[in-house]
């Protein structure tokens, strides 16, 4: 079977996390979320951790000689050889060129750009409501998207927690580096014919629907 390997663009809380959670799934893909390593390396206290925080907190990026070492050694590892989920990389033009090339360098390449449109007074909703588990960082909201039992995740049980950078402050800023730095790579992956366009305001059922049936369709289009 050919491999899918697919970026998910979009602002914050345009569901990028939900929909790789239900995607993986589905296609037996590699999840790498660059914000759960990241968050990860910050409660391990790594080196990565202690330069990533301050960024975070802020609502900056990362620099990205600190992100794209860390994705491109990611990718060639075992479990991502059969098609892998990028959420949250590339965020900025010399990622994505550099994904480009590691890609390349590999012998592999882009099925997709998957971009997940939101407009902003929903992401600003959307995070304030939003809960994610401690362990793993399956993402839940307290309207929308509930636990079985209050506050604690469905997938492995751990407790459920808001994130530092979901305060309203801290979403307008990150919306801000989306607009300013992230936006732009749609069309740098629209003028390489790999952009596919999905309304992020549908229920995450419908986006979901969509997602993979376009993914399915390119699958089936690689094999024949
Ligand atoms: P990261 O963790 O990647 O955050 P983000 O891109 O801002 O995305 P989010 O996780 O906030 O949103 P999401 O789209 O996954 O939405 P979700 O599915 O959770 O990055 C955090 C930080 O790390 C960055 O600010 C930066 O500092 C750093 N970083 C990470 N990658 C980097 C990189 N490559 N370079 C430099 N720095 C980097 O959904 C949101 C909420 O909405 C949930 O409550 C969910 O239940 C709900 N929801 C989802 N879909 C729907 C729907 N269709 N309808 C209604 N509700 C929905």
């Known amino acids: 079977m050919s491999e899918l390997n697919v970026i998910l663009l979009g602002p914050p809380g345009a569901g990028k996390g939900t929909q790789a959670e239900r995607l993986q799934d ?23 951790g202690r330069r990533a925080k301050e960024y975070m907190d802020r609502g900056e990026l990362v620099p990205d000689d600190v ?23 590339p965020r ?32 600003v909703r959307r995070l304030s409501g939003r809960r994610v588990c401690q362990k793993a960082g399956h993402p839940y909201h307290v309207d929308t998207n509930r636990p079985k039992h209050d506050n604690v995740c469905d997938i492995d049980g751990s407790r459920l927690i808001q994130r530092d950078d979901d305060r309203e402050e801290t979403v307008r800023k990150r919306l801000q580096v989306y607009n300013e730095q992230t936006a732009p790579l749609i069309d740098f992956y629209d003028e390489r014919g790999l952009l596919k366009r999905f309304d992020g305001t549908r229920t995450p059922t419908e986006v979901h629907d969509h997602i993979r049936a376009t993914l399915a369709t390119l699958r089936l289009e690689d094999e024949i």
Request: proline share 3%; aromatic share 4%; hydrophobic share 45%.
């Open 26 to 48: 589905d296609f037996h893909l590699l999840h790498v979320s660059t914000g759960n390593m990241l968050r990860a390396a910050v409660e391990e206290g790594t080196e990565l």
């Open 67 to 89: 992100i794209i070492g860390v994705i491109t050694d990611r990718l060639q590892e075992e479990d991502a050889q059969d098609g892998f989920l990028l959420d949250g990389f």
């Open 92 to 123: 900025t033009r010399p990622q994505a060129e550099a994904l480009e090339t590691a890609l390349k360098d590999l012998g592999r390449s882009l099925t997709a750009t998957l971009l997940i449109d939101v407009p902003d007074d929903v992401v």
